[in-house]
């Protein structure tokens, strides 16, 4: 089964990958392209909806009485996330007031969920540093258990050229707390400058998934299961956008027992700083 995607920039909303397909059972992604002037129509549904703003300046319109407006980052690389949580069974209108660039993120919601809208701004978005050396990379938070929601959980990752991020290499396969717990993922990439690449490992315990791709600026990676370690070749600034989804709401990985020896060891590449 492969598990790697390629998103073709295009006007409008594309949905890239629906529940369903390359193992995923929660997870619904796409991206909409607004330019100015240009509206969307949405109703969420059955499922509960996470706008992450990418790119540019929007207003969103929720339950036709709650507005707000994204004056937003020029690119992912510019800022942190304005982020916009929809609940279930919700209309929804996005107004581009210029070319803006949204991930729209879905999860089916309990059908008893009864929660508001959320709006989340840069100054709400949780900063992380995770990892050292060269594999250190930088979390934000936006969409986090802060947010009265049903399944999801949105934020971002950025690695600096030649870093590891997803390391050690983890997994959240099983219903096992508190060890670990079952939810699936998924990851959509971009690379600065644009003509870079990177790396994205899936594989589990016994191999019988063990999968390598070369990952693309507008790369998307669905993740039903497995360790998904990803490296940023040097000079390439690499960011990717993370959704989980499972039955319940709470993040507890699993580091592959191989390579957890590297949290307690010594710095193995160091900062030599010209010496």
């Given at each position: 089964m492969g598990f790697?995607?390629?998103?073709?920039?295009?006007?409008?909303?594309?949905?890239?990958?629906?529940?369903?397909?390359?193992?995923?059972?929660?997870?619904?992604?796409?991206?909409?392209?607004?330019?100015?002037?240009?509206?969307?129509?949405?109703n969420s549904g059955d499922d509960e909806t996470a706008l992450i703003v990418l790119s540019g300046k929007c207003d969103v319109r929720v339950k036709a009485s709650l507005c707000f407006s994204v004056d937003g980052r020029t690119h992912v690389f510019g800022g942190k996330a304005h982020g916009v949580y929809v609940p279930p069974d919700t209309n929804y209108v996005i107004n581009g007031v210029e070319q803006t660039e949204i991930?729209?993120?879905?999860?089916?919601?309990?059908?008893n969920l009864k929660v508001e809208p959320a709006f989340v701004t840069p100054n709400n978005v949780l900063v992380r540093t995770v990892g050292q050396n060269n594999w250190k990379r930088y979390v934000h938070d936006v969409i986090d258990t802060r947010i009265?929601?049903?399944?999801?959980?949105?934020?971002?990752?950025?690695?600096?050229?030649?870093?590891?991020?997803?390391?050690?290499?983890?997994r959240h396969d099983f219903d096992n707390l508190p060890e670990e717990s079952d939810q699936e993922e998924l990851y959509f990439?971009?690379?600065?400058?644009?003509?870079?690449?990177?790396?994205?490992?899936?594989?589990?315990?016994?191999?019988?998934?063990?999968e390598a791709y070369v990952i693309k600026n507008n790369s998307v990676v669905a993740i039903p299961k497995g360790y998904h370690p990803v490296a940023a070749v040097p000079g390439y600034h690499l960011y990717y956008l993370w959704i989980l989804a499972g039955e319940k709401r709470i993040l507890k990985p699993k580091d592959d027992p191989a390579h957890t020896w590297i949290k307690e060891s010594k710095p193995v590449i160091m900062n030599l700083k010209g010496e």
């Open positions: 790697l995607l390629e998103y073709e920039p295009s006007d409008g909303y594309v949905e890239i990958i629906n529940r369903g397909n390359c193992g995923l059972n929660y997870i619904t992604f796409g991206i909409l392209r607004l330019e100015y002037g240009k509206s969307y129509f949405g991930a729209v993120c879905k999860a089916p919601a309990d059908p009265d929601a049903s399944k999801l959980v949105v934020g971002e990752t950025f690695n600096p050229p030649g870093n590891w991020s997803s390391y050690p290499p983890h990439f971009k690379i600065e400058p644009s003509q870079g690449f990177g790396i994205q490992r899936i594989y589990t315990d016994d191999l019988s998934v063990n």
